[in-house]
């Protein structure tokens, strides 16, 4: 049987990427002491990989796709086809960034006063460039880890680290001073199992499921009645992704209206809607949406 491999993220976007793709119609399930999840499609072959490591296997044709960040692929300077941004919905509002930071109570004020001082990262190649490019002499080392650490207990002068909220940062005494790139979450290909045309259709098809998926976040559907002499009205109120749907009833007078909607803003509308007329309102989740 033909099969796809694919790598899934261990580690902080296990869960999200795994919730992901139920939403898309695909049952994932993670033993804790396994690196190959079972999942409710013959087709396809799971792994569990390290983002950090995702860009090279897939690179290297042991993975025929997988999904990590864009920071790994750059830090991998990796060969590999970028076929889709999975921007997740918390992404949106806080995309991860890959910060400088120091204490709190530190001199450095600038990136300037890093000359000749060490900074502790896993991103070790992007911040050599970073680094580079501005033309500051900094030394650079490899930190697996507990990084925030390092800097507090003066073990290194600053730290690039990831982060959302910047909260984590602030819990630690320490504060931004640049942002050395901002990076989100990317479904990878390998170059020659893309050519292949079965596996190429497979991953269209996980790609047009995981895509509607991503769509349906944070929104809702909504259908109600309204008398069509109200419908002008009732139009005015709902801000469409698309035109609604608005279908004849048995009673000629009425008509039903269904349209999609940030969910967000359902507690605000639907009394409004209520006042100018509209009845058996019904609001409804969202698994996937497809254009």
């Known amino acids: ?9 261990k580690g902080s976007l296990q869960d999200k990427t795994i919730e992901l793709f139920k939403k898309a119609g695909f049952n994932i399930s993670v033993n804790e002491r396994s690196y190959f999840p079972s999942i409710d499609d013959s087709q396809i072959e799971v792994v569990m990989v390290r983002a950090q490591d995702m860009p090279r296997y897939v690179e290297e044709g042991i993975l025929d796709c997988g999904i990590t960040g864009q920071d790994w692929i750059l830090e991998n300077d990796s060969k590999v086809l970028i076929l889709e941004n999975l921007i997740y919905a918390k992404q949106t509002r806080n995309p991860v960034r890959w910060v400088v930071a120091v204490r709190d109570d530190s001199k450095i004020k600038k990136l300037s006063d890093l000359k000749g001082k060490r900074i502790a990262t896993e991103l070790v190649s992007l911040t050599k460039s970073f680094f580079k490019k501005k033309k500051i002499k900094v030394e650079v080392e490899f930190s697996w880890g507990a990084t925030e650490v390092k800097v507090k207990s003066g073990l290194v002068d600053a730290v690039v680290d990831l982060t959302e909220t910047g909260s984590s940062l602030r819990a630690n ?4 001073i640049a942002t050395i790139c901002v990076s989100t979450t990317k479904f990878i290909a ?3 199992s893309y050519k292949n045309i079965w596996k190429k259709k497979k991953i269209g098809y996980i790609l047009l499921l995981l ?5 349906a976040e944070d929104k809702v559907g909504l259908k109600l009645n309204v008398k069509r002499k109200d419908l002008d009205k009732i ?3 709902l801000p469409a992704l698309k035109n609604p749907t608005i279908s004849s009833l048995t009673l ?10 940030e969910e967000a803003l359902v507690r605000d509308i639907i009394p ?3 006042e100018k007329g509209a009845c058996g309102i019904i609001e409804y989740p969202l698994n996937k949406l497809i254009y």
């Open 190 to 192: 390998n170059k020659n």
């Open 1 to 9: 049987m033909k099969k796809l491999k694919i790598g899934i993220p």
């Open 211 to 215: 895509k509607g998926a991503l769509e």
């Open 272 to 274: 409004k809607l209520k």
């Open 235 to 237: 139009l005015k109120l």
């Open 173 to 176: 005494s320490l504060k931004e």
């Open 252 to 261: 000629t007078d009425w008509c039903a209206l269904e349209v999609i909607i």
